[in-house]
C-alpha cells in the first residue's frame, strides 16, 4: 500500500526542482538560448526551467523524461526509488486549467493522476472541488496521457505531484507549493516549500521600497515592488549561435 503522500527521496526532488526554477528564471533574465526545451519566442523562462531541472535532478540520481504535447516541449521529474513523477506549472495557470480539468478538458501537466487514486477517499481540501469527478470521467481522460507519462519516464509512476510556483515583480519566487490531487482531480493536500527557494522575496527587497495593496476589508490582494533591485549585473539578449 503506498504512502498517503511523498517519500523523503521524492520531496527532497521536489526541493531541487525549486531550485531550478529560482535558477532557471535568473538565468533568463540575462541569455537567451537555443536549449534542448525551447519552445518558442516568448517562452525563453520556461526552457531554461527544464534545462535547469534536467541537469540538477540527473546529477543527482533522477530521471528527467522529455514529453511533447504539439509543438510544446516540457520536462516531467522522476524519481525511481519511490517512483514519482513531478510537473511544473505556474500556480495562476494551474487554477486555472484546474477549472477547465473539472470541465472535462484534460491538460498535459494532470496526465500523472490515475497514479493516485488510492486518495480517491480522501476529503478534497476544497469542498467545492467534491461535486465533480463522481463518474470518473477525469480518470478516464488521463489514460492516454498516463501511459504517455510513464514512456517518457520509463518507469512506473505510482505517486505524482504537480509543483506550482508564483514569481514577483523582480522575477524572484514568491512561493511554492506541490499540489496533491487524487484520480479524480480534487485536491486533496498542498505542501508549502517555500523554504526550499534559495533567495526569500522579503528578504531580497526592503519593506519600505513594498507598496501592499488591500481591499476595504483590510485583506492584501496584491504588492507592488516600488524600486526593482539589480540583484546580479544585467546580460544582453544574445544567441549561442550569435
Same mark, same amino acid.
Given at each position: 500500500?503506498? *504512502?498517503?503522500?511523498f ?7 521536489a526541493?531541487l526542482?525549486?531550485e531550478?526554477? /529560482?535558477h532557471g ?5 540575462g541569455?537567451?538560448?537555443?536549449l534542448? @526545451?525551447?519552445?518558442g ?7 531554461h526551467?527544464?534545462?535547469n ?6 546529477k543527482?540520481? @533522477? ?11 516540457y520536462a516531467?521529474a /522522476?524519481d525511481p ?14 487554477r486555472n486549467r484546474l477549472v477547465?480539468l ?6 498535459y ?5 490515475p497514479?493516485n ?5 480522501m476529503?478534497p481540501?476544497y469542498?467545492?472541488?467534491s461535486?465533480f469527478?463522481?463518474? *470518473? ?5 488521463a ?13 512506473e509512476?505510482?505517486r505524482?505531484?504537480?509543483?506550482t510556483?508564483?514569481l514577483?515583480?523582480?522575477q ?9 490531487l ?12 517555500d523554504s526550499?527557494?534559495p533567495?526569500n ?6 519593506e519600505?521600497e513594498?507598496t501592499?495593496? *488591500?481591499?476595504?476589508t483590510?485583506?492584501? /490582494?496584491?504588492?507592488?515592488i516600488?524600486s ?8 544582453k539578449?544574445v544567441r549561442?549561435?550569435?
Amino acid at each position: 500500500m503506498k *504512502k498517503a503522500f511523498f517519500e523523503d527521496s521524492a520531496m527532497a526532488m521536489a526541493k531541487l526542482i525549486v531550485e531550478s526554477i /529560482y535558477h532557471g528564471m535568473e538565468e533568463n533574465e540575462g541569455v537567451y538560448a537555443d536549449l534542448m @526545451y525551447s519552445n518558442g519566442k516568448g517562452q525563453h523562462g520556461w526552457a531554461h526551467i527544464f534545462q535547469n531541472e534536467h541537469e540538477h535532478l540527473t546529477k543527482a540520481g @533522477y530521471r528527467v523524461g522529455l514529453m511533447v504535447s504539439g509543438s510544446w516541449k516540457y520536462a516531467v521529474a /522522476y524519481d525511481p526509488h519511490s517512483k514519482t513523477a513531478i510537473m511544473i506549472l505556474r500556480q495562476e495557470n494551474f487554477r486555472n486549467r484546474l477549472v477547465k480539468l473539472q470541465n472535462g478538458e484534460m491538460h498535459y501537466v494532470f496526465s500523472g493522476l490515475p497514479a493516485n487514486q488510492d486518495l480517491n477517499e480522501m476529503v478534497p481540501q476544497y469542498e467545492q472541488m467534491s461535486l465533480f469527478g463522481q463518474d *470518473k470521467a477525469v480518470q478516464q481522460k488521463a489514460e492516454k496521457p498516463f501511459d504517455e507519462l510513464e514512456q517518457a519516464v520509463d518507469g512506473e509512476v505510482l505517486r505524482f505531484g504537480i509543483l506550482t510556483y508564483r514569481l514577483d515583480l523582480a522575477q524572484l519566487i514568491r512561493s511554492c507549493t506541490l499540489e496533491i490531487l487524487n484520480a479524480n482531480g480534487c485536491i486533496v493536500d498542498e505542501m508549502n516549500l517555500d523554504s526550499a527557494i534559495p533567495m526569500n522575496w522579503k528578504e531580497a527587497v526592503p519593506e519600505d521600497e513594498i507598496t501592499k495593496f *488591500k481591499e476595504e476589508t483590510g485583506n492584501e /490582494y496584491g504588492v507592488q515592488i516600488d524600486s526593482i533591485p539589480e540583484f546580479k549585473p544585467r546580460k544582453k539578449f544574445v544567441r549561442k549561435d550569435g
